[in-house]
Nanobody
Framework: QLHVEESGGGSVQPGGSLRLSCVGSGFAIQFYTVAWFREVPGKQREGISAITSSEDRDGGRTYYTDTVKGRFTISRDNAKNTVYLQMNDLKPEDTAVYYC??????????????????????WGQGTQVTVSS
């Protein structure tokens, strides 16, 4: 059974940084696509970043939504079976519950494919990120 668990959320001031972790168990995370989503009350869950499997070109391609591009970085540590989301220059509008999700997705697709919640069957429980002065 595939299982992922997020950690690393917290409260920071605007301009601060956090690093979220998504640890996989029961499977080798490097062979699956992992995406980060975030959700605020009253809005749809938003896909913000994804990394494809290590079998994809360049050992895995990364994808970002425009709202986080240049500020957030997704990476993977195969030895720790973990995917990270480094979040820099955080803004109040980044406040949300952040989820990681994983599944065996196709390679070479568009952002809309990797950021569609319906493509993922395995989700973590979420971690709260609050950005406030």
């Amino acid at each position: 059974q595939l299982h992922v668990e997020e950690s690393g959320g917290g409260s920071v001031q605007p301009g601060g940084s956090l690093r979220l972790s998504c640890v996989g168990s029961g499977f080798a995370i490097q062979f699956y696509t992992v995406a980060w989503f975030r959700e605020v009350p009253g809005k749809q869950r938003e896909g913000i970043s994804a990394i494809t499997s290590s079998e994809d070109r360049d050992g895995g391609r990364t994808y970002y939504t425009d709202t986080v591009k240049g500020r957030f970085t997704i990476s993977r540590d195969n030895a720790k079976n973990t995917v990270y989301l480094q979040m820099n220059d955080l803004k109040p509008e980044d406040t949300a519950v952040y989820y990681c999700a994983t599944d065996a997705l196709l390679h070479g697709q568009s952002n809309s494919y990797y950021f569609a919640p319906s493509e993922y069957d395995y989700w973590g429980q979420g971690t709260q990120v609050t950005v406030s002065s």
